[in-house]
């Protein structure tokens, strides 16, 4: 197979994808109202109570983006395991077309919509008072670190939705994932936690990759350590994630029969 | 073309050592009860399932050595309508026909050919989730269609329709037919396989008890059924013991039995009857159906299938 057909394959799957998206307006709509409800509560109800030594909106921004991402991962689950239900995927997978395109489809488009809830949390930000002082580098850098973490998360949400069996069981999935960003330094520093909590939340991936995006923004992490530091722990996590999720997610569509 | 086929699921054997032979351009049923092993049986053919043993050629490709050749070669309709129930009649097929790598402009003109050989052109523009289960089986059917495969499988095309969509399906299958298309399908009704086929294979717990076409499967049991309708339960009872039945309803004091249809062989049968003891009261023959000869063939275990018949006799 040709290496045309596989693009070509791909791209009519990245149109499906995103047409099934853009037509479950519930989803979407939660999708669009989460970023902006999530940062009025966090500012304006938390916010004030909390101290993390400086304006609270420029601590939070990053904690919001990967806590949208960690939504985005579960509503991307629940695409995959409910296609898979779904008998269009047999004539698919009956088709003489390359069967990574229908995740790749998913997953582009999962990129698109969490892409869209981070450029939602960083323009409300600046709405509200944000200031961060990256260089135009650091900008990219972030961007950079963006993109990878949610394409590892993606990836990770297209394999348990392939486990899932059912589109319900992969709800529950993305409802315990959306607790995760909370024990870690996405919305308060780790050092205000109790001893286990704090333990998981200085070894678990979103904080790197939420300290990676603050150091480069407002100058400092919260942690102490270096931005660098930071952000090869975070590459290197989503890159492993990445990795075994993306293996794993297309030996699972290729072994997996529908229901 | 398949020869061997075997699969088992968690040590249920679904399909034991299956053959089957299909002629170009024909029309094959895969006959049988829920349960009988038809769906696997397709799903191995159109290499989304592994067999355990066995080996087939699927349009002159080999199943386990050639699955990409296999899969250019044919086209699959699930018991599910497979179409994307987001997405709009028009935009499943051009979709479809991208995939099957179709110019862009190629994929729209076939598009419009197939909405209007399948009548589903007012419907164009309306997500395939609004479709009745007929019109979904359509575009479904106009999805096979696109690139005229060699062979289409058809898993229960008709399954839980209405009898106006049915009908419908059965003309697209016979128009698919017509082209030259080598047809699969499995079905659990023996009308259907008497409509469409060519050639039927009755398949029953994972095995071929049957195969040949209608008339010859008709035949098997005998060119005519006699019907004989007894007074009381007593001489029901008696006649059973007396006689070979093909078929047997107990409630309403039935037997059917095949014969060669002569005059001498019922006047024969009556006459041993009334001998025994237990007369008939009406008796009336009958071409056997694909019913009489699965029901001969399993047990009489498929009591659904003759309810039309008793029907009408209770009347």
Sequence with gaps: MSLAYAVSDAQVMVTRSTRRALRDPEAFFTALTLPIVLMLLFVYVFGGALNTGGKYVDYVVPGLIVLCAAFGAGTTAVAVATDMSNGIVDRFRSMPIASSSILIGHIVASLARNLIATTLVIGVGLGVGWRPVASPAGWIASAGMIVLFILALSWLAAAVGLLARSAEAATSFAFVFMFIPYVSTAFVPARTLPGPLRWIAEHQPFTPVVETMRGLWMGHTSTGAATSHEAWIAIACCAAILAIAATSASWLFRHRTSA | ?315
Excluded: C
Aim: zero cysteines; aromatic letters at 4%; a neutral charge.
């Design chain 2, 1 to 315: 073309m398949a020869s061997g086929i075997t699969k088992s699921f968690r040590g249920h054997l679904a399909l034991d050592h299956v053959d089957l032979a299909i002629d170009t351009g024909s029309v094959f049923a895969l006959l049988g009860p829920n349960g009988a092993g038809k769906t696997t049986m397709v799903r191995i053919l159109a290499t989304l399932v592994r067999p355990d043993a066995g080996t087939a050629a699927v349009a002159g490709h080999d199943l386990l050595a050639d699955p990409a050749g296999v899969r250019r070669s044919i086209s699959l309709t699930g018991q599910y309508a497979a179409v994307d129930d987001k997405l709009t009649g028009q935009e499943n097929l051009e979709m479809m026909a991208r995939l099957l790598h179709l110019p862009r402009r190629a994929a729209r003109a076939r598009t419009a050919g197939l909405l209007a050989a399948s009548g589903l052109e007012n419907a164009r523009d309306r997500r395939a989730g609004t479709y009745s289960g007929g019109m979904q089986r359509r575009l479904d059917l106009a999805i096979s269609m696109i690139q005229r495969p060699e062979l289409v499988f058809l898993d229960e095309p008709t399954t839980g329709l209405d009898p106006r969509s049915r009908e419908q399906v059965w003309g697209t299958v016979r128009d698919l037919a017509d082209d030259g298309v080598t047809i699969l399908l499995t079905t659990q009704y023996l009308e259907e396989a008497d409509q469409l086929a060519d050639t039927i294979a009755m398949l029953d717990h994972g095995q071929v008890v049957a195969r040949g076409t209608p008339d010859q499967l008709k035949s098997s049991i005998g060119t005519e059924v006699i019907r004989l309708q007894f007074g009381d339960r007593e001489s029901y009872d008696r006649a059973r013991g007396q006689l070979d039945a093909v078929r047997a309803d107990r409630r309403l004091h039935i037997l059917e039995v095949a014969s060669n249809g002569s005059a001498a062989q019922v006047r024969e049968l009556l006459g041993h009857l009334e001998a025994a003891g237990a007369p008939a009261l009406k008796v009336s023959t009958h071409r056997p159906s694909l019913d009489d000869v699965f029901l001969s063939l399993t047990g009489g275990q498929a009591a659904t299938t003759t309810s039309a018949a008793t029907k009408e006799l209770a009347r």
